[in-house]
């Protein structure tokens, strides 16, 4: 059984849609199961939220999706310690990923300098689910939202997207065809989740 599980893809890729589903068949299958997201709704996840819309400096959105999620750990690390399963709508990646492409001219290794600012700081995943999709197919799944953010363009989504394929490379990544069906993904994503770990 898998107990801190995050989601990942990008925007459009149905992260949402599919955690918020197999929240409730774990629930449903007697699993006490937190549903979570990032950013997060705290003081500092507000303030993340306002670097996304104002297209405020790179370094300082890295800061903050950063000191978001250590403070968003301290919870994380409770729910776990009351024995329940989290499920988290985006984390490290979505850093590592987004932040990285922003900052692509700006240093000369980012994923190396975003590492290194997380690593120690936050909580190592048992699984990350990697949602792939072509851009311009998520795209078009989230034309209909009435503001579009500033990193919802198909240019920066297909460095976001080519990042992701890069960094999701190990043992904890499962990365999914995420054009299935909703019904599919769901199932996939319970069954890797509840499944027995194999003893050596
Ligand atoms: P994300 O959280 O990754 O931004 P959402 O879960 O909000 O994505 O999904 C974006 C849109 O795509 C929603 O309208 C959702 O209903 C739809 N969607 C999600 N998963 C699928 C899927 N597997 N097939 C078709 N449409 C999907
Ligand atoms: P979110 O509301 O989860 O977007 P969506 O539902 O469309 O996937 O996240 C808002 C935006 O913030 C999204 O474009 C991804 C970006 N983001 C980062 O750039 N870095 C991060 O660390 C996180 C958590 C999100």
Redesign the pocket.
């Known amino acids: 059984m898998k107990r801190f599980v995050t ?1 990942e ?12 589903l197999v929240s409730e068949r774990l629930r449903s299958a007697g699993h006490d199961t937190i549903w979570t997201y990032e950013p997060t709704d705290s003081t500092i996840g507000k303030f993340v939220q306002e670097c996304i819309r104002s297209q405020t400096d790179p370094f300082i959105t890295s800061f903050t999706f950063i000191a978001d999620r250590i403070q968003h750990c301290k919870h994380i690390q409770q729910w776990l310690d009351n024995g329940k399963i989290v499920l988290c ?2 984390y490290a990646e979505s850093t590592y990923a987004y932040q990285a492409a922003q900052l692509e001219s700006e240093l000369e290794d980012p994923l190396k300098w975003l590492r290194e600012l997380s690593e120690g700081r936050i909580l190592l995943p048992d699984r990350t689910f990697l ?1 792939v999709i072509e851009p311009k197919i ?1 795209l078009a ?2 034309q ?1 939202r009435t503001e579009l953010i500033p990193f919802e363009r198909v240019a920066f989504l297909e460095k976001v997207h080519k990042n992701y394929l890069k960094i999701s490379k190990g043992k904890r990544f499962l990365k999914l065809d ?5 019904d ?2 769901v199932q996939l994503c319970y069954d890797d989740i509840v499944q027995e770990t194999k003893k050596k």
């Open positions: 989601f893809g990008i925007d459009g890729s149905g992260k949402s849609t599919i955690s918020k709508d985006r949602f998520a799944r989230i209909h995420a054009t299935q069906s909703i599919q993904l």
